[in-house]
């Protein structure tokens, strides 16, 4: 009989030394990922990184139209998508630390 993934599933993970972090260097990292997006380089990386994003989808789309096989065409989408959802969590990790940076300012000013 097949079941669910439990609850649970995750739990074993808590105890992992490297998965917990460190409140005090936690917000360090914070601070530094904020001080990043603010910079000018942050937006030529931006940038450039939604180039590429473009071009893995052109990539394939000129494999379609070529003509290759579906097999192909599909191994080449699945890698695609994975590296722009690595792409995108890289971004997230700094515009999280910058919005939490921000709203912890308008928090204090109010």
Do not use: C
Request: zero cysteines.
């Amino acid at each position: 009989m097949k079941t669910a993934i439990k609850a649970n599933y995750f739990s074993p993970f808590e105890n992992v030394e490297s998965l917990k972090s460190d409140p005090q260097v936690e917000d360090e990292e914070v601070k530094l990922l904020h001080h990043l997006a603010n910079q000018d380089g942050w937006k030529v990386f931006a940038e450039r990184a939604n180039k590429v994003m473009g071009d893995l989808d052109d990539i394939v789309r000129s494999q379609m139209n070529a003509g290759a096989d579906e097999a192909s065409i599909g191994r080449s989408t699945i890698v695609k998508e994975i590296t722009k959802d690595v792409i995108r969590r890289l971004f997230n990790i700094v515009t999280d630390a910058y919005d939490s940076i921000e709203s912890r300012r308008g928090e204090g000013s109010k």
